[in-house]
């Protein structure tokens, strides 16, 4: 959780490079540890996702959401609203 928020705080601040380091080391913790479809994981997901989108990295951004929007679907089904 901590490499999650301070990663948050950080990409707040400007720091991308920072903030990159410590969200991607913590979505692959949490990929590792509570697999793809846990609610920290794909909340790893997202933040990771909307810091590429601010760096200008639109294609790993999208691919990075449709992979997060998949796992939405597959824990809270089709008609969720999420």
């Given amino acids: 959780q901590s490499f999650n928020?301070?990663?948050m705080?950080?990409?707040a601040q400007g720091h991308l490079a920072?903030?990159?380091r410590l969200l991607r080391d913590a979505l692959q913790r949490r990929r590792?540890?509570?697999g793809n479809?846990?609610?920290d994981t794909m909340e790893s997901m997202y933040h990771f996702a909307v810091l590429l989108?601010?760096?200008k990295r639109h294609g790993e951004a999208e691919?990075?959401?449709r992979e997060h929007l998949a796992a939405c679907r597959e824990l809270y089904g089709e008609?969720?609203?999420e």
Avoid: I, P, Y
Wanted: charged fraction near 35%; aromatic fraction near 0%; proline fraction near 0%.
């Fill in 32 to 34: 590792e540890t509570l």
């Fill in 63 to 65: 691919e990075l959401l």
């Fill in 53 to 55: 989108k601010s760096m």
């Fill in 79 to 81: 008609d969720h609203k």
């Fill in 5 to 7: 928020n301070l990663g």
């Fill in 9 to 11: 705080v950080l990409h």
């Fill in 18 to 20: 920072e903030a990159e």
């Fill in 37 to 39: 479809q846990h609610r």
